[in-house]
């Protein structure tokens, strides 16, 4: 870890309508570090992910990344370097395998056709599913569509990447699979954030852990003091419901 | 019966008539098609501008589009064919099959529009957000990733209003214009023939056969088009 700080939060606030979901969250991610963010649901975590790439517009407050103020004009760019895992993976339905993961890296010139595609060729080796390059997503099975969602998110070397609850609509045999290549990642140095409910993997993965309930953050450190001697009653209760 | 025969033997051996009919068919058809050619150009912009992310510049477009679908849709076709021929195009010698174009193309933009904005509605959000979170601009996801899974909802639907609109072009006939079915109408009603029913039965065969052939043609565009649905291996 060299410390550079990625994303500064500061006071984020999102509503939907009368509903407040985000109340205030201050917050800042350094790199090399993996975050894994815990909470009830309903407790907002997942809209505080969806808001760090304005996948959500927040309401109001600031988000910086790499010293820049966020904005409507900038995202896009923004975008291109925090990466982002869906629970529902969101393979583009309409293009195969290949397609996927050329689409980006190739449509913001980042990479000519040819470069992608034997870059797309050695990740889908690196993840067995090499036959599956000219497969349509239909034809996959969840984890292999997670497993692809990842590396597609990887393709633009993102310096930060969100996990969206990755494993949440995945069948047990497959979470093993997306959670191995979730720890290859970390292992290599990858930034993270991750909304999960996996609290084992929470443990073994995390550098620190978050804790949201109402839209704001309860309790925050490492996982051997979070999981261990839990400051707040709230997380007490939360863990004790949980392991 | 025998007579019913020969009144078939009649229609078909009699050049005036045959010419009649296909003259007929020929207008419904040029009709249809121009109206459906507006139809889907002007739908089509109704329906981007509706589903259009809200801004100031759209807030009065958005609002211009809403009234216009709900009046097209709120009113009679043929009230909308009355209004074009004895109002707004109550000139002189202005052609009428261009002012039946026009009332039928305007008629169909309002439906196309509903069935595109139905189509695009219907892609999974999820598939946009997909390509925002890898930084596409919204013109990229639109192309490659929305109107590509869109198109496969709106066929169908929209297959329903070519053949909608083919066969509502039959009111013309109120206005006086010699469509296919005013050619039945001539011919059955004139001293020769002095029968409806063999003219009117062979109206509703030209319309049939139209709609048929569309109908196939449909199904085999959305075939086509639902490659990527198939669950099986592709390649």
Known sequence: MNGETELIIKNLRKTFGKNKVINGIDFKL???????ILGPSGSGKSTFLRCLNWMEEPTSGEIFFDGQLVTGKNIRKVRQNIGMVFQHFNL????????NLVLAPIKLKMMKRERAERRTKELLRHIGLSSKANSYPASLSGGQKQRIAIIRAMMLSPEVLLFDEPTSALDPESIGDVLSIIRELADNGMTIMIVTHEISFAKEIASRIVFIDKGKIIEEGSPEQFFSSPKTPRVKEFLDKVL | MNNFFNKIVELFSTPEYIDSLLHGFLLTMQIA???LLIGIFLGTIIALVDVAKPSKWLAIPKFICRIYTTVIRG?????????MFFVIF????FPSIITAIIAFGLNSAAYTAEVIRGGILSVDPGQTEAGLALGLSRLTIFFKIVAPQAIKNIIPALGNEIITVIKETAIVSMVGMYDLNMAAKDIGSGQNMASYIVPMFTAALFYLATIYLITFIVKKIEKSLRKSDLRAENK
Do not use: C, D, S, W
Request: charged share 20%; proline share 3%; glycine share 6%.
């Open chain 1, 30 to 36: 350094e790199e090399g570090e993996r975050v894994v």
């Open chain 1, 92 to 99: 583009i339905n309409n293009l195969t395998v290949m397609e």
């Open chain 2, 33 to 35: 098609y121009f109206a």
């Open chain 2, 75 to 83: 009113t009679p076709m043929a009230l909308q064919l009355f209004i």
């Open chain 2, 90 to 93: 109550a000139i002189k010698g």
